[in-house]
């Protein structure tokens, strides 16, 4: 099957100018990447990863400065119509449309661009405009409406000649949070019609919550890839057990018993007023929870909370070691 | 080739919404016409010739600057509300979606010849036409010639964002080469050969041709033979120079994250 994305030692460069005189930049450096059709794949990195100009490479925007790139198995140099034509994609923010043109227009237009005409478009953009819930609105002009609703009709507009691939970048970038959870619902809705999605993000909660597989990017480099839970699983952060107590403060007794139970990396405890709370860094998981609430019960337990490593500690700890 | 020309046509058809949404784009369209027909009138009164090109100058000045205004700071605009990237990235040339995006300003630019005519009407300065089959014609092939030279034009603003600073020379240059105000005869022996090189120059001939006041009394075959030749031959260059920009523009965009 071919894949939906296929990058191979994929390189951009850029000359820029600074006082030192011209510096080459690069912002991608040999990247290789798989995204299987169907998939919903998330690009996370910090400022500067090559997020952007990834995308802007497989819109055909930009030309590689070395390496490839396929989408739906067509080269983005040799045949970028085709690409053009396998492609829908937004970039963040809420420009990229046209504020005097009316919501309906919009998607007529770009409709046009790609070869969606007549009565074939019309259909499609009441379909869409009915899809991102935008349908009371369609006659109005996009100057007027909101940030949110401005995001949904770039996905509406990126949808319309039927792309079998979509690129988001950043798309819930300045929305605020209701705005923001609409979107997901959208991009969630669009990937169980079978469309394969790229999403750049910085979000980790929205990476986990929407991505079947990730990758990780830092200095146009991929530092790891795969399914959200097997990059947490590579995480060296332990797990952390909490305990709250509140009867009689705990002992050196206590902690060094802790401290002595398999899996435990470290024992701190803080005190909070009247209570104490006892936090247990375990590299062995949950694994000695019940041992430690044994060496604690008699200090009254409160509150007993197990915080597994999270995406984002997953991603600190690859991104700044 | 039918989905370009469609294409093309949603191109013209969303300038023309654009353009037409606000009262603004028709003041921007009579502001400089206007303040040259009052000139005209003040500096030559009573002259015919004067007066023809008083009132089909100033005609020809805003239509080529609304048709100007599409081709440079139209896609400037493209380029800050990022709606560029969307143009470049589709399937369709480049080139035939700005096309279409000029030829709807050229529509727009007609709203200059309402305005100075009414105006020219209404204070007696209407010179006398002698052929207005060949003055709809000479206006016309005007704004035919002058969306050529626009599409041309406009691959500098896509290209760079410093085509900015051409602005004003670019549009003042054609009000002086191409003889909308007065005969390129009078222009120095160089200047009036890159004259002759642009098809509006022709075009503006045919329009004087027309009206009392044409100082040389040609025929209007020649001019209109020669102004849609080298409105082809632009469209053509145009045409060849966006695939060379386009290879450029992927080559070199800006970097981002």
């Known amino acids: 099957m071919v894949a939906a994305i296929e990058c191979q030692a994929l390189t951009r460069s850029f000359r820029?100018?600074?006082?030192?005189?011209?510096?080459?930049?690069?912002?991608?450096?040999?990247?290789?990447?798989?995204?299987?059709?169907g998939t919903l794949f998330g690009v996370l990195g910090p400022n500067g990863a090559g997020k952007t100009t990834l995308v802007r490479?497989?819109?055909?925007?930009?030309?590689?400065?070395?390496?490839?790139?396929?989408?739906?198995?067509?080269?983005?140099?040799?045949?970028?119509?085709?690409?053009?034509?396998?492609?829908?994609?937004?970039?963040?923010?809420?420009?990229?449309?046209?504020?005097?043109?009316?919501?309906?227009?919009?998607?007529?237009y770009a409709g046009a661009l790609h070869g969606v005409h007549g009565r074939d478009a019309r259909r499609r953009a009441a379909e869409?405009?009915?899809?991102?819930?935008?349908?009371?609105?369609?006659?109005?002009?996009?100057?007027?409406?909101?940030?949110?609703?401005?995001?949904?009709?770039?996905?509406?507009?990126?949808?319309?000649?039927?792309?079998?691939?979509?690129?988001?970048?950043?798309?819930t970038t300045g929305l605020d949070p209701k705005a923001a959870r609409e979107v997901r619902q959208l991009v969630?809705?669009?990937?169980?019609?079978?469309?394969?999605?790229?999403?750049?993000?910085?979000?980790?909660?929205?990476?986990?919550?929407?991505?079947?597989?990730?990758?990780?990017?830092?200095?146009?480099?991929?530092?790891?890839?795969?399914?959200?839970?097997?990059?947490?699983?590579?995480?060296s952060q332990p797990t952390v057990i909490e305990v709250e107590v509140e009867t009689s403060p705990v002992g050196r007794d206590a902690v060094a018993a802790i401290r002595a139970l398999d899996h435990v990396v470290a024992v701190?405890?803080?005190?909070?007023?009247?209570?104490?709370?006892?936090?247990?860094?375990?590299?062995?998981?949950?694994?000695?929870?019940?041992?430690?609430?044994?060496?604690?019960?008699?200090?009254?337990?409160?509150?007993?909370?197990?915080?597994?490593?999270?995406?984002?500690?997953?991603?600190?700890?690859l991104v700044h070691g | 080739m039918a989905s370009w020309l469609r294409a093309g046509l949603w191109a013209t058809r969303a300038q023309l919404r654009q353009a037409t949404v606000?009262?603004?784009?028709?003041?921007?369209?009579?502001?400089?016409?206007?303040?040259?027909?009052?000139?005209?009138?003040?500096?030559?009164?009573?002259?015919?010739?004067?007066?023809?090109?008083?009132?089909f100058g100033s005609t020809l000045v805003g239509m080529w600057s609304t048709v100007f205004l599409a081709a440079s700071l139209d896609i400037s605009r493209e380029r800050t509300q990022e709606t560029l990237p969307l143009i470049i990235s589709a399937p369709v040339p480049t080139a035939v979606v700005l096309i279409g995006k000029i030829l709807g300003n050229a529509l727009v630019s007609f709203a200059a010849v309402a305005v100075v005519f009414t105006v020219a009407v209404l204070a007696g300065l209407f010179p006398l036409v002698v052929d207005a089959p060949l003055?709809?014609?000479?206006?016309?092939?005007?704004?035919?010639?002058?969306?050529?030279?626009?599409?041309?034009?406009?691959?500098?603003?896509?290209?760079?964002?410093?085509?900015?600073?051409?602005?004003?020379?670019?549009?003042?240059?054609?009000w002086v080469l191409c003889g909308l105000l007065y005969p390129v005869s009078i222009l120095p022996g160089p200047v009036e050969a890159l004259a002759r090189a642009l098809p509006m120059t022709w075009s503006a001939r045919v329009v004087?041709?027309?009206?009392?006041?044409?100082?040389?009394?040609?025929?209007?075959?020649?001019?209109?033979?020669?102004?849609?030749?080298?409105?082809?031959?632009?469209?053509?260059?145009?045409?060849?120079?966006?695939?060379?920009?386009?290879?450029?523009?992927?080559?070199?965009?800006?970097?981002?994250?």
């Open chain 2, 22 to 55: 606000s009262a603004g784009t028709f003041a921007g369209v009579a502001i400089a016409p206007l303040s040259i027909l009052i000139i005209g009138a003040f500096m030559l009164p009573g002259s015919p010739a004067g007066m023809a090109r008083g009132v």
């Open chain 1, 188 to 235: 969630k809705r669009i990937q169980s019609t079978g469309a394969t999605i790229l999403l750049t993000t910085h979000l980790m909660p929205e990476a986990e919550e929407l991505c079947d597989a990730l990758a990780v990017l830092a200095r146009g480099r991929l530092l790891a890839a795969g399914r959200p839970s097997e990059l947490k699983q590579r995480s």
């Open chain 2, 135 to 174: 003055l709809v014609s000479g206006l016309v092939l005007f704004a035919v010639s002058s969306a050529t030279v626009g599409l041309l034009v406009s691959v500098a603003y896509v290209v760079t964002r410093a085509a900015t600073g051409l602005g004003n020379a670019l549009e003042m240059g054609v």
């Open chain 2, 208 to 257: 004087y041709a027309a009206v009392q006041g044409a100082e040389d009394g040609e025929r209007a075959g020649t001019p209109v033979a020669l102004s849609l030749a080298l409105a082809a031959a632009t469209t053509l260059a145009a045409i060849l120079l966006y695939r060379l920009a386009e290879r450029r523009w992927r080559a070199a965009a800006e970097p981002h994250d």
């Open chain 1, 16 to 37: 820029t100018r600074s006082r030192q005189g011209p510096r080459e930049v690069l912002a991608l450096a040999g990247l290789d990447l798989s995204v299987g059709p």
């Open chain 1, 268 to 317: 701190e405890v803080l005190d909070e007023g009247q209570r104490q709370r006892v936090r247990v860094h375990s590299s062995g998981g949950s694994g000695p929870l019940l041992d430690v609430l044994r060496r604690l019960e008699l200090h009254g337990l409160r509150t007993v909370n197990v915080r597994e490593p999270t995406l984002e500690d997953a991603y600190l700890a």
């Open chain 1, 128 to 171: 869409l405009l009915d899809v991102v819930g935008l349908r009371e609105s369609a006659s109005r002009r996009v100057e007027t409406y909101s940030r949110g609703m401005r995001q949904r009709l770039h996905l509406a507009r990126a949808l319309m000649h039927r792309p079998p691939l979509l690129l988001l970048d950043e798309p």
């Open chain 1, 57 to 108: 490479i497989l819109t055909t925007l930009l030309l590689p400065t070395s390496g490839h790139a396929r989408v739906a198995g067509f080269d983005v140099v040799d045949h970028p119509n085709r690409v053009r034509a396998s492609v829908g994609f937004t970039f963040g923010g809420d420009r990229g449309l046209y504020g005097r043109l009316t919501g309906r227009e919009n998607l007529l």
